[in-house]
């Protein structure tokens, strides 16, 4: 079994920059490929970006491709996402959550399970 918990979150300018690190505890981290997502209040969550097990393999949405890099430590249990460019729109609640479906869709939430509590994440324009 893995557990997650993100931090890292906080307050920064549009323009900035944030890492956001999620720890695993669970001698199994190294065998899944793990997510981030984000959620606003009152829509649904959405992908942002995935990280293959061994770290060889990411994705991003279209809306952080280019600002965002996901990458991970498997001696530290831990992935992370780096925000750069950082615009009010990226405000949001962000969560890692392992990926546990075999269809090879990674921008489904629901092909995602063990969820951490989140960090927020607010862009001051």
């Known amino acids: 079994q893995v557990q997650l918990q993100e931090s890292g979150g906080g307050l920064v300018q549009a323009g900035g920059s944030l890492r956001l690190s999620c720890a695993a505890s669970?001698?199994?981290?190294?065998?899944?490929?793990l997510g981030w997502f984000r959620q606003v209040p009152g829509k649904e969550r959405e992908f942002v970006a995935t990280i293959s097990s061994g770290g060889g393999s990411t994705y991003y949405a279209d809306s952080v491709k280019g600002r965002f890099i996901i990458s991970r430590d498997n001696a530290k249990n831990t992935v992370y996402l780096q925000m750069n460019s950082l615009k009010a729109e990226d405000t949001a609640v962000y969560y890692c959550a392992t990926y546990v479906a075999s269809s090879g869709v990674y921008y489904r939430r629901e092909n995602y399970d063990k969820w951490g509590q989140g960090t927020q994440v607010t862009v001051s324009s």
């Open positions: 669970g001698r199994t981290f190294s065998s899944y490929r």
